[in-house]
């Protein structure tokens, strides 16, 4: 059951079999329905949508935002807080139309709003949200038409805030507003002097680029009164960072928030919002600590420690309570997709057998290399690996040289190999593991070739060296016997997962099965579904992937609800401004010419345009006949 760390950080939506299946478990692990990973992948499959494949479990983004709004609620009930807590889901972090769609339905019931950085933002925000009681909160730079957009928002009935992040916004709001004759809804973004630790600290503290400090602050009050418009200011908004790991520093930010919306009360304008911004953490290795890929606190605690803050600070002033917003965007979607892939080869250090006659009549090279390996001893070592990588390099130099063939150099390599091997077995069961054997554990480790690309589905462990969880979702009644790295199918170095969490091997591999002939190995990667889809680029031309969604019903089964397929070879060209048309005209120009140049004949002409076209209709991504 603590295989791969699922039960720390799958927050009871996964858990394992008795198959050996990863299965989904949207209402508890405990009750309902368990639903296998693998089932799922061959049924998706069967529909025709091959993998890599983006599976959104839609009930588990509806148990998220339930969580959040009951928490909110549990704990407001409990301190005797007297207001509500009202969610904005910020756009940005998934601003798939399917996402947006379902954020929509299942935040209706919790007046759960949506939040813009920019005009297709807003323009998407303010169609799909449909619900008039919740809130529409602008952030980012304003231009005029953004501002009229949002104009319309509130006339249409939507409260609809514009935060002011640079000085310079409020002029044109306040000239629009009066041409389009409406009252805004505004808010001041503020600079914290507090600072979060994490990935995202640049976004908080005096350095950080977004925000007013305090005596911008006091020129948009004071330019508020002159036209007799304080009355609109209600919000105070901050943002310290995404993935805040460390509850002290949410704590803090809360607390000097608090104190800011009390001076601006006291300076008359008529506040009844306190934005928070994001931060709330998903704990993705499951460690439960302040590293930067996990949080030291719960739902809970979050809500508790923002509500006490304004408790503390607000009722020594009898200020009443604000509606309390936050803009949680990684905590709400990042459980609900898993990106499946299969893997397509491994490549292994593992040495091949050495010929019967080695020993015969052995090069002096050949000879120190059978002697190393026999030396291998707990007491030996050191020694042995010193030896081994000198001759490594002796032989490498000597073919350079032209001393010794093509074969000769192979036959070193895989007697290298064959010592190495045994240098870690004698090594891991050493009390004090040498450095030089450490790092000969890490040269052993297999290659395994996952079908996607890293930096389309996964950007930021690219990016940012973020952790999420990865596993082979089938065969977890077997013990996985290979420690390996998975690499991407992109040509690029960087595209490869070689950091993991406490429950790998170790920090640079994870323990993967041996590949079976004529039977897929199907791995996830988990809690995916925060901002990976939205950074995700388009590098070697590797496109959008097939998405499915399910919704698991009470009764134990489940529908795939949405399908999406992903992008083409042609819609990829396409992108980057190939004329596709055109591509398909000149490729049959080049096959005219191949024939009068002799080199194909009509009926191959055939047969290459026809592979061309299908092609270019294909999926990007690898694959199987
Ligand atoms: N609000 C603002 C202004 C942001 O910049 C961000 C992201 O960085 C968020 C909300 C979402 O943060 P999170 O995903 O940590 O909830």
Redesign the pocket.
């Known amino acids: 059951e603590e295989l791969y760390g699922i039960n720390k950080w799958g927050a009871d939506y996964f858990s394992i079999n008795k198959k050996g299946h990863v299965v989904v478990t949207p209402f508890g692990k405990e009750n309902g329905p368990q639903i296998s990973l693998h089932e799922i992948v061959k049924e998706v499959e069967d529909r025709g949508l091959a993998m890599p494949v983006i599976l959104r479990i839609e009930n588990i983004l509806g148990s998220q935002i339930k969580l959040l709004h009951n928490t909110f609620r549990d704990v407001i009930k409990a301190t005797g807080y007297k207001n509500e807590y009202k969610g904005v889901f910020?756009i940005?972090?998934n601003q798939q139309e399917q996402v947006i769609e379902a954020i929509a339905q299942f935040g209706k019931d919790f007046n759960h709003g949506l939040?813009a950085?920019s005009k297709p933002e807003l323009i998407a925000a303010i169609s799909m949200l449909q619900n008039r009681d919740a809130c529409l909160i602008c952030?980012g730079y304003k231009d005029e038409e953004f501002i009229d957009l949002g104009l319309y928002a509130v006339k249409m009935g939507f409260k609809c805030f514009f935060v002011i992040e640079v000085p310079g916004e409020l002029e044109l709001i306040l000239e629009r507003a009066k041409k389009l004759k409406v009252r805004p809804y505004l808010g001041v973004r503020i600079k914290l002097s507090t600072h979060a630790e994490g990935q995202?600290s640049e976004?908080s503290g005096d350095a950080s680029v977004?925000g007013l400090n305090i005596s911008q602050v006091i020129d948009v009050i004071d330019r508020l009164k002159q036209s007799d418009m304080l009355d609109c200011l209600q919000l105070l908004h901050y943002?310290i960072?995404?993935?805040?790991p460390n509850i002290r520093d949410i704590r803090a930010g809360a607390f000097e928030a608090c104190r800011i919306y009390q001076e601006l009360v006291n300076e008359g304008a008529k506040m009844g919002y306190l934005d928070f911004?994001?931060?709330?953490?998903v704990d993705y290795d499951g460690s439960n600590t302040n590293y930067h890929s996990s949080r030291n606190y719960s739902v809970e605690e979050y809500c508790y420690d923002i509500v006490e803050s304004i408790i503390a600070v607000l009722d020594k002033h009898d200020i009443p309570h604000p509606v309390i917003i936050?803009?949680?965007?990684?905590?709400?979607v990042a459980y609900y997709s898993v990106l499946l892939f299969n893997v397509l080869d491994v490549s292994s250090f593992h040495p091949s057998p050495l010929p019967k006659d080695v020993k015969d009549n052995p090069s002096e090279l050949i000879q120190n290399l059978l002697s190393t390996h026999d030396m291998i001893s707990p007491k030996a070592i050191q020694e042995c690996c010193n030896d081994a990588l000198y001759y490594r390099n002796q032989a490498r130099q000597l073919f350079k040289h032209g001393q010794i063939n093509l074969r000769d150099r192979a036959l070193a390599e895989n007697l290298v190999r064959h010592i190495l091997i045994q240098i870690s077995k004698v090594g891991s069961e050493l009390k004090h593991v040498p450095k030089d054997v450490q790092d000969i554990d890490r040269l052993l480790y297999d290659v395994y070739y996952g079908n996607f690309s890293l930096f389309q589905s996964l950007p930021d462990v690219w990016a940012i060296n973020q952790i999420f969880p990865v596993m082979p979702i089938h065969r977890l009644n077997e013990a996985p016997t290979h420690p390996a790295i998975i690499s991407d199918i992109t040509c690029d170095c960087d595209g490869k997962i070689d950091n993991f969490p406490d429950y790998a091997h170790d920090k640079n591999a994870l323990m993967l099965h041996e590949l079976k002939d004529g039977e897929e190995y199907y791995l996830g990667v988990f809690l995916v579904g925060?901002?990976q889809e939205t950074l995700g680029d388009l590098h070697n031309l590797f496109g959008d992937t097939n998405v499915a969604t399910i919704h698991v019903n009470d009764d134990g089964g489940y529908q795939v609800i949405k399908e999406l397929e992903g992008d083409s070879v042609a819609d990829v060209l396409s992108y980057v401004e190939y004329d596709v048309k055109a591509l398909r005209k000149s490729l049959k120009q080049l096959a005219e010419d191949s024939i009068n140049k002799g080199f194909i004949t009509p009926k191959e002409r055939k047969q290459i345009l026809e592979g061309f076209e299908e092609g270019l209709r294909g999926y990007t991504y690898f694959e199987r006949e």
């Open positions: 910020p940005k972090v939040e950085g952030n995202w976004s977004f943002h960072g995404s993935q805040i911004g994001g931060g709330l953490a936050t803009e949680s965007g990684r905590v709400t925060a901002y």
